[in-house]
């Protein structure tokens, strides 16, 4: 059932900006987000990959977490999906931090929707409209995932044709 049963375990590896491994073997891919890719086969890093990754392992590597399923339990990969929590003891106090969430609006992932896991859909949505208001992570570096501002779009769309700017 959507969010009945919370599982706490630690975070052995962080895999990319979405995707952690747990100590007990077990791959986790956030639910609701996506961020950039990291190298694989040799293509180029995305934008911002490997920024999402590290912020990533600032926020889970070696911690306990807590996970939420939704409706679905694993994607086509095997990896379990979840939405993921991790205790902040910041300031002295006390807290669980909504990893998803931070993640989007701190402009490290994208908000990447797939029914019938929504649960938190429309504050990942606010999370990233904050982002972008705020040129936060990726929305100030990227445009559509290539290295780049916004203000540089007419530029690197000549680059791309092989034009003279």
Not at 113 to 126: A, G
Not at 128 to 135: G, P
Request: with cysteine.
């Amino acid at each position: 059932m959507q969010g009945d049963v919370s599982e706490k375990v630690r975070v052995k590896r962080v895999v990319d900006g979405d995707t952690i491994e747990l100590e007990n073997g077990n791959k986790v891919r956030y639910i609701g987000i996506d961020t950039q890719e990291l190298d694989s086969s040799n293509e180029s890093v995305q934008c911002y990959g490997e920024e999402a990754q590290k912020a990533n392992i600032d926020l889970v590597l070696g911690k306990i977490i807590r996970m939420e399923k939704d409706v679905t339990d694993k994607d086509r990969f095997g990896r379990l999906l979840r939405y993921v929590w991790v205790l902040d003891n910041k300031d002295g106090g006390d807290y669980e931090l909504f990893v998803n969430d931070t993640l989007v609006r701190k402009g490290y992932a994208k908000v990447a929707t797939y029914p019938p896991d929504i649960k938190y859909s429309e504050l990942f949505l606010q999370g990233e409209r904050y982002a972008k208001e705020k040129s936060l992570g990726l929305w100030s570096e990227c445009v559509n995932g290539i290295d780049g501002k916004v203000e540089d779009l007419p530029k690197l769309i000549f680059e791309f044709l092989n034009l003279d700017y």
